[in-house]
């Protein structure tokens, strides 16, 4: 009988070793891009020059489409007063845009930014990526939901885990290939997450980026805003209230 809790400590310390620890994903800052300091930057999306951005608070949320270059907002929709606007993702023509805790995601033209349909959904918006087939979307938990890109209809979950324990209030997300990278709310933490098992396989600490940005010493002025350009491989990254935006060379694999 006294050697029932041994074996399950071996089961558990056997069963731990299958998950492999993550490794530091280093980068290097290529160049800084002027940002609105003003933008409460909730969602971040590029797509040929151009980016598409969402930024929160009531009363001021909004979608946008950014100038990479000079950082001039070329056009804007302000959300209406009760809705707090979150996460981005552009599907084909379209962007989806989260609220945080009304329930709703707004779908736009992204060329005229006009409204044009919403999705009900249930518990609170954070994060959203697509990639290519499918939608997934954090709510500050440990878990990723995915789904229909046509119909917003929950598909089912992934448990994000790095070396076997879950991480919590992941954020803002860029689908990325097989992967999906996801910022740690309030924190300079990206992970990578492989999304057909939920386990990180990289780390980024971009403590730099939050230094280099000189941010205003606001705490709500955190890292937040991910957003990848498959033709260069290279990342646009940002924080709310941050006045400036990098653009990011992972290195490695």
Request: hydrophobic letters at 35%; proline letters at 4%; a negative charge.
């Amino acid at each position: 009988m006294k050697r029932a809790p041994l074996y399950c400590l071996l089961l558990f310390v056997a069963l731990s070793g299958c998950d492999q620890s993550a490794s530091n994903q280093e980068f290097n800052i290529l160049r800084a891009f002027p940002h609105d300091p003003h933008a409460y930057t909730q969602g971040l999306v590029f797509q040929d020059g151009i980016l598409y951005e969402s930024t929160g608070r009531y009363g001021e949320s909004s979608v946008r489409k950014v100038a990479l270059e000079t950082g001039e907002v070329l056009s804007m929709e302000a959300l209406p007063e009760e809705y707090f606007g979150e996460g981005l993702a552009l599907v084909g023509s379209e962007l989806v845009q989260l609220t945080w805790k009304a329930g709703v995601a707004l779908v736009y033209d992204a060329e005229s930014l006009t409204l044009k349909r919403t999705y009900d959904y249930t518990g609170e918006g954070w994060g959203l990526c697509y990639d290519g087939e499918s939608l997934y979307m954090s709510n500050g938990s440990d878990r990723l939901t995915r789904r229909d890109a046509r119909t917003f209809e929950a598909l089912g979950e992934i448990a994000v885990t790095k070396d076997g324990f879950p991480v919590w209030r992941l954020n803002e997300l860029e689908c990325v290939g097989d992967q999906i990278f996801a910022n740690v709310y309030q924190t300079n933490r990206i992970v990578r997450v492989d999304k057909v098992t939920g386990r990180v396989t990289s780390e980024m600490d971009g403590y730099r980026l939050s230094v280099a940005s000189k941010r205003p010493p606001n705490p709500e002025a955190v890292f937040n805003g991910i957003a990848h350009d498959p033709g260069t491989g290279y990342f646009y990254m940002t924080g709310k209230l941050w006045p400036d935006l990098f653009e990011i060379q992972l290195l490695g694999g």
